[in-house]
C-alpha cells in the first residue's frame, strides 16, 4: 500500500517559522489534522534553519509532541542535527521514521544504531561523499551498501526507505530515467525488498506547471516500484493519482469510492 508523507509541517514554510517563532502549536496541529484527513500515512516535521543545535532540538522535541496531539499519525522526523533527531525520537508516540541517511560510512554508523535503538524507520539516500551518482546502476549499487549496512544494525528491510534522489528535470532532465529505473532495481536487492521513496516535488522545482509534473511523475515512479513519496497530501488531485495508480497496480481492493476509501486508511 501506497504511503504518503505529508511535507507541510516544514519551518522553511513562512507560516511554520513563524508558529515555530512563536511556540504557537496551532499551525503545526492544523496542518496535521489537514493532512491526515487528506490520507497522510505519516507526517513530515523539520523544524527548518535554526540559529542553534541545541536550540533546533528543544524545537524538535516541541514539534512531534504537538503534531502527535492533533493527529495519531506517525512521524518522518527530518534533519541533519543528530541531537535533533534523537530528541524528536525520544518523545514520539509509535514507530517513528528517521529523514535521514546516506551512504556516508559515518552517517550510516551514526543514524543506524539510532533507529535501531528507537525501533524507527529510516529513509536513506543513494548519495555519498561523491554527492548523487547520474545512474540507475550506480544509484542500486550505492542502495546496496545502505542496505547491508542497515542489515548489519539489525534492520529489516521494510524498515529502510531508500531514496533514489529525483532531481528537478528543468536543470537534471537526463537523471528523469535513471531514477526509475533504479527504483526498479532497488527492489530486486533482496527478499523481503526495501522500500522506495523520493521528496516528489523536487521533480519540479522552478518549473512551470509544477502539479502537473508532480502527479506525473508520481504515477510513473508507482509503476516503477515506488512505495511511498514526501509530497503535498493536501493536492487532491495528487493524492487521486496515488489512489488510482494503486488500484491499477492491484495493491488495494476496487470499489466505486476507492479515492474516498484511500483518504481513510
Partial sequence: MFEIIGERINGLFIDIREAIKNKDPKPLQDWAVKQAEAGAYWLDVNTGPVASKEEQAEIMA???????????????????????????LKVHKG??????????????????????????????????????????EDRSALAMELLA????????????????????CNVAQEHGPEVLEAIRQIKLLSNPAPKT??????????????PLINRTMLAMAMVCGMDSAVMDACDDELVDVAATASIILNQSIYCDSYAKIFRQR
Fill in 62 to 88: 516541541w514539534m512531534v509532541k504537538v503534531t502527535q496531539e492533533a493527529a495519531d499519525l506517525p512521524c518522518c522526523i527530518d534533519t541533519t542535527n543528530w541531537m535533533a533527531m534523537e530528541e524528536g
Fill in 95 to 136: 514507530k517513528a521514521m528517521i529523514n535521514s541517511t546516506t551512504a556516508e560510512q559515518a552517517k550510516m554508523d551514526a543514524l543506524f544504531p539510532m533507529a535501531a535503538n528507537y525501533g524507527a524507520a529510516i529513509v536513506a539516500l543513494t548519495m555519498n561523499e561523491k554527492g548523487v551518482p547520474k545512474s540507475a
Fill in 149 to 168: 549496512n542497515a542489515d548489519a544494525y539489525g534492520i529489516s528491510p521494510i524498515d529502510l526507505y531508500i531514496d533514489p534522489l529525483v532531481l528537478p
Fill in 197 to 210: 521513496t523520493c521528496g516528489l516535488s523536487n521533480i519540479s522545482q522552478k518549473c512551470p506547471n509544477r
